[in-house]
């Protein structure tokens, strides 16, 4: 069983880390993926096994919460509400904060000028007085996860600050409340209360910008949760009623008025209109919708109104299908991620001993005042070190990349998919669908030998058959007034064409191959049509009834306006572009000089484009596949990474490990494009992570001491620290102003 949790209480990224390998470590449970980024869990388990009070109480025991949802809506809405039960948290701790903070400075360095005339013992007492509510009520998470990390054994960045705050009041009180002592041990009698401040100030700030920040990478999948329908108006007994949109099923006939967004999905029974489907597939221009077009819930009608018939609602709509899988893209993990994991996983501890190692060293070989400069580099240490900036390094980016792909019309399947995609060296183009514009059309037609029944034939058998061509022929035979009879021993010939008996007659249609194979002779003026209509880029089917050719039929399929210039994109970042049909060569060469491709294949089988993709890797190079996900399934599981492309409602996502919705190779860019800006953003996030903590805490343990007499105070600490986890969602966040498109 396989289920999706919000998680509660998290604070860094090693939170995250020690959550998922409990549950990993849990046994039942085969898989767990816990995100910081999202606050969500994945955990797959077996449920005769472990049941999920066990390892929620275990959970629980780390002081954290897992709370189920039941759908991509009740996990956005858990995300949001702690979102916002965090916003209000950490905002009304930071204004008094930050209040006290002024006050604590004004105090400690005579800003007011009535506190010129105190004594230092006085000034003591009242910064001690000031800094209480700091530590107790607006640093409050971080001293009680020293307290859980004591009872856990687990520690976390709010420990390493908590530690870090704590050990600073209580050498301040120890010198307010026994200056005598401090001064006959010979120790100067400083204090760091408003350090306390500024420290418990700048980290809640920084978390109060990250929080806000962080809200921002689900733009996306709260836009798309937007355009679902509240209510439809269904026509009962020719009467219009308002239901809920839940209680609409299919084969209602729904009216939609100019304006309205279309509830479900559905097919045009009444009425001509232009739909704005940019938000569901990313088509910038509307699409005219007449009788019998599809429709996609959450599009919004235009101008005309417009009657329809429901034909997928609720958990069926391509909507539903979208948020789920950008939705499960986004909680999922990079591979790249490993490394920062394993690293979360150990930074605590590490952390924790460098500091006492640097209280220690301090001590037995720093100058006087020792023990002074030996608690600024402990607490510096503590505080500059940012687990967070590591958490947050790969899963922002890759929230805010699934979302920028899917406001372009590309559903990454998860985050290994998107690091995948960035390696492409070569691509291989399916031509019918992908390069051209996949409505073929029959307009040539030669007869061989004379049938009254011959269109009847036909129509039966490519009624049959889902191909595009299939559909062309059909389309044409049925206008000629072609009948539907009774079809027996149906064949679909893959990479070839169909067969089976009609009105008692053994009927072949297909491709020059399927005619050699069954043995149905071509004379010298089918050759000659052949190689005419090839030349001209019509792909030529043929059809045999009882062994003897009957009929050639020249059918067109144009090329996509954006075909050149989306190959020309494609070969610009260094990606080598083949295009691969059944098509004859005549055929296949007319549409690559269309689009400007010097590698072609033609005349193969799905087996001929498995080997291509095969030979490729074996040349060292990355390989995507673009295909149908029907005929290409082999070689698209063969591929690196497998790309289907997608036309209205019916789109197989689990199919392929990316998903063009709008089926169009400009798709395709587009996906390499964010997927290639993702990688990027996050390598930039975890080389920032890397260098902030492995120069921020040889820094703050006093490393330059030595050479220049620098010691990093724990207030600067406290603002480089504050700032490291806001950068890296920040940087995330430019991916949404990232530049895609041809050029």
Known sequence: MRKEYSVEGMGCGSCATKIENLLKETVGINSARVNFASKSATIEFDETTVSEVDFSAAVHGLGYDLVESHSPEDLMRAEENMRQKEENYLRRRLIVSVVLTFLLFGVAMHVFPFVKSWSSTL??????????????????????????????????????????????????????????????????????????????????????????????????????????????????DGQPVVKSIEDVVVGDILIIKPGEKIPVDGEVTEGISAIDESMVTGEPLPVKKAQGDQLIGGTINQKGSLQMVAKKVGKATLLYQIIVMVQKAQNSKAPIQRYADKISSIFVPVVLLIALSSLLLWLTFGPSPSLTYALVAFVSVLIIACPCALGLATPTAIMVGTGRGAENGVLFRNAESIEQAEGITAVILDKTGTLTLGRPEVVKVSYFSENDQLWDMVLSLEHSSEHPLSKAIGHYAESEGGQIHKVDQFESLTGKGVRGQVLSHEVLIGNLRLMDESGVALDDKAKGKLERWSEAGNTAVFVAINGHLAAMLGIKDPVKPESEAAVRTLESMGIEVWMA??????????????????????????????????????????VAMVGDGINDSPALAQADVGFAMGTGTDIAMESADVTLVRGEILSLVHALQVSRATMRTVRQNLFFSFIYNGLGIPLAAGLLYPLWGLLLSPVVASIAMALSSVSVVTNSLRLKKTSIGVH
Not at 127 to 132: D, E, I, T, W
Not at 586 to 607: D, I, K, Q, W, Y
């Open 581 to 622: 049909t059944g098509d004859s060569k005549g055929t296949a060469m007319r549409v690559a000089r269309e689009v400007g491709l010097t590698h072609v294949l033609s005349e193969v089988m799905p087996a001929d484009k498995l080997e291509k993709v095969k030979e490729l890797q074996s040349q060292g190079h990355k």
């Open 123 to 236: 000034s003591h007492w009242v910064q001690m007085v000031l800094s209480v509510p700091v530590l107790l009520w607006c640093g409050e998470r971080f001293w009680r996860a020293v307290g859980t990390a004591v009872k856990t054994r687990h520690a976390n960045m709010n420990t390493l600050i908590g530690i870090g705050t704590i050990a600073a009041f209580l050498y301040s009180g120890v010198v307010t409340l026994f200056p005598q002592w401090i001064s006959g041990a010979g120790i100067k009698a400083s204090v760091y209360f408003e350090s306390i401040g500024f420290i418990t100030s700048f980290i809640l700030l920084g978390l109060f910008m990250e929080n806000r920040a962080k809200g921002k990478t689900s733009d996306s999948i709260r836009k798309l949760m937007g355009l679902k329908s509240r209510e439809a108006t269904v026509l009962i």
